[in-house]
């Protein structure tokens, strides 16, 4: 069983910046691929960028050249940190960690709201 909290919504100014967090508890955690995934009203939960094993990070294009993942093995914790952000990128936020025999598990969301 992994357990995932999400931290650092809010509301931002279309261009400003925003760091989100999600800690980690479990077992065998750096086996997890992680990520972050959003999901607008009306909308499908969309990938917005994951991290693999070391460094390997894949973006969707939405967010390519804003958006940094990364993942501090030591906290258990995985970053997005949001730069530019639109009113687009509005949407609760959910952080997620998978393994092909561990399962697949899902935060509880975290609401980013970017609207002047």
């Not at 400003?16 to 990520?35: D, E, K, N």
């Not at 804003?66 to 501090?72: G, N, V």
């Not at 952000?85 to 960690?97: F, G, I, Q, S």
């Not at 025999?101 to 975290?110: E, H």
Request: aromatic content about 12%.
């Amino acid at each position: 069983q992994v357990q995932l909290v999400e931290y650092g919504g809010g509301l931002v100014q279309p261009g400003g910046s925003l760091r989100l967090s999600c800690t980690a508890s479990g077992s065998f955690l750096s086996r997890y691929v992680m990520g972050w995934y959003r999901q607008a009203p009306g909308n499908q939960r969309e990938r917005v960028a994951i991290i693999g094993w070391g460094t390997t990070t894949t973006y969707a294009d939405s967010v390519k050249g804003r958006f940094t993942i990364s993942r501090d093995y030591a906290e258990s914790t995985l970053y997005l940190q949001m730069n530019s952000l639109k009113p687009e990128d509005t949407a609760v936020y959910y952080c997620n960690a998978e393994h092909p025999q561990f399962g697949n598990y899902w935060g509880q969301g975290t609401q980013v709201t970017v609207s002047s």
